[in-house]
C-alpha cells in the first residue's frame, strides 16, 4: 500500500521551524513520507506565525488556494498549526469549512492521530462527494484540537529529521509570562514552561551522537529558563551541562530578554569556549517614556549597564537586538534615542520592526497614531546606522582567518559555498573543483578578504595553513573595540530572526 504524504510549511520564528521538525518526526514515525511538493501531497500543513500581519496575510492568501483544490480533491487534508491556529480557531471553524485541523502549539504532541482521524474522515467524505454541489462540497473533516493536548516537546525526536547535519535547534522552555503590551506571544503560547536538565541533553547527546555540533536552545525568553521548575535551575546551569557532550562544538541560544541577563548566565558566557559569542538581547527602544509604555521592565539605563557587565566579562561576545518603530504616541525625540542607543551599543546585527497593532494585546486598544511614512523614515535611518555598524564591522575583519561551519551553497551563487562563523556571520569562499559537499558540515578556515554590509568573502584555506583553530574568537583589537560603550562602532545589518523578546 502506498503510504500517504505530507507537505509542511514553516512560517515566522525559529521555534516554529523546530515544531516543524517536531511534527514531521511524528508523521513519519506513524508512517508518512514527504511529498516532492504541496500539489501532489495528501496532507497540506501551514505552520503558522501571528506575531507580524505580513505572515498572516500571507497564510489566509495559501489557504483561499487551498479551497479552491478542495472542491476538486475532497480527500485532501488541510491543517492550520501554530499561532494562528490559536489565536483564529473560531473564525476558522466557522468560515473555513476546508480546512480539517487547527492545531495549536500546545496540542502537537499527538498531531499523528490528529492528522490520521482527518485523513480517513475525509477518504469516507469522498466517497460521497457530489462535485456538482460546487462550493458546498468543500466541507472537511472539522477536527479542531486548538489549545489542548500535549506539546510537541514529548515527541521522541527523530533525530534524523533535521534540515542541516550538522546543526539542530532544542526547545527548552515553551510559552512566555512576560507583560509587553504590543505581543500576542503569551496568548498563543501560554505561560511559561521549562523542560528538565535531564531531558534536554538527553536530546542534544543523540542528536550529536547523530553528527549534529552545533546546538541552538530555543526559548520565547530562553535566559528565564528553569524559573519554573525551582532555584538553581538557570540557562547558565544547562549550559554548564550541556558544555560536557564531547563532540559537541557550538552551543546558542536564543531569544534573550534583558531583565534575565544574570550574573551566572554572564559567567558561564565568559567561561565556556563553546557558546557562541552572539547574544541576541532585543531592546525594542532607547526611550524610557516608550519601553514603560511596552512594559518592557527595564530602562535605557539599566540595560546599558546589562550590557557592560557583559562585556566587561566576555568582550568578544557581539550584541544583537530588535527595535519597533513607530509605537502608538512615540515621538521623534523618542525615536532618536533609539537610534542613539544603537549607535551606543554598536550592535552586529539588528532587526528593525514598524510597529503594527496585533488584535488582543493590550496596545491594540492604544490609537495607532504614528503614520505609516513616519514609520517608514524611522525604519530607514535604523537601517542605515545598522548597515553602517555591520561595514566598519566587518570591513576590522578583512585579513582575520575565520572559523567557518559550513551550511552548502550560496544561496546566490552557486559556484560558491557559505557558512557561519562562532559570531553568526555569514561567510562565502570559493566552492572546490569537485563541487565541496563534502566540505558541508565541517569547520574550515577561511581568510576573509572581502566585507560587504551583510556578509563576508574569504578563501578557504588547509588545515595546516590556517594560524589557529578558532580564528574569530582571536578578532583584532580594532573589532573588539566594537563593543566598547563609549567608543560606539558603525556596523551594518543581516537580517536575523524574526524575534520578539
Ligand atoms: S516580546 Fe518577548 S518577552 Fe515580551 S511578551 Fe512577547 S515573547 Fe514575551
Sequence with gaps: MTAPTYHLTSYGCQMNKLDSELVE?????????????????????????????????RVWSRLGKLRIRKRAEPALVVGVLGCMAEEHKRFMVARMPH??????????GDIDVTVENARHKNLELAKVHDPSAGKHAVAGAG???????????????DVKVRPHK?????????????????????????????????????????????????????????????????PGITLAKLLRALHEIPSLRRLAFITSHPNFLSEDLIAAMAELPKVARYLHLPVQSGSDRVLKAMRRGYTRERYLRRVEQLLAKAPDIEL???????????????????????????????????????????????????????????????????????????????GTTQEVLVEGESPKDATRLSGRTVHHRIVHFDRPQDGGLDLVGRYVPVRIEQAMAHSLVGKRLAENEAEHGRGDREEPESARHAHDLDHPRHDGTRP???ATT
Design 25 to 57: 518526526s511524528r508523521l513519519r514515525q506513524r508512517g508518512y513520507e514527504p511529498a516532492a511538493d504541496e500539489a501532489s501531497a495528501n496532507v497540506v500543513l501551514l505552520n503558522t506565525c501571528s506575531v507580524r500581519q505580513h505572515a498572516e496575510d
Design 99 to 108: 480546512v480539517d485541523l487547527v492545531v495549536g502549539p500546545s496540542a502537537f
Design 143 to 157: 477536527l479542531v484540537a486548538a489549545g489542548i493536548g500535549v506539546s510537541g516537546d514529548t515527541i521522541v525526536r
Design 166 to 230: 550538522s546543526q539542530a535547534f532544542v526547545s527548552v522552555m515553551r510559552g512566555c509570562n512576560m507583560p509587553c503590551t504590543y505581543c500576542i506571544v503569551p496568548t498563543t503560547r501560554g505561560d511559561e514552561v521549562s523542560r528538565p536538565i535531564d531531558a534536554i541533553v538527553e536530546e542534544a547527546a543523540r542528536l550529536c551522537g547523530d553528527g549534529v555540533t552545533e546546538i541552538t536552545l530555543l526559548g520565547q525568553t530562553v535566559n528565564a529558563y528553569g524559573r519554573d521548575l525551582g
Design 320 to 398: 544583537h537586538s530588535d527595535f519597533i518603530v513607530g509605537y502608538p504616541s512615540e515621538t521623534a525625540a523618542e525615536f532618536d534615542e533609539s537610534a542613539s542607543l544603537m549607535l551606543q551599543v554598536g550592535y552586529a546585527q539588528s532587526y528593525v520592526f514598524q510597529y503594527s497593532p496585533r488584535p488582543g494585546t493590550v496596545a491594540a486598544g492604544l490609537v495607532d497614531d504614528v503614520s505609516k511614512a513616519e514609520k517608514e523614515r524611522r525604519n530607514q535611518v535604523l537601517l542605515t546606522i545598522q548597515d553602517s555598524l555591520c561595514v566598519q564591522k566587518n570591513n576590522a575583519l578583512v
Design 496 to 498: 536575523h530572526r524574526a
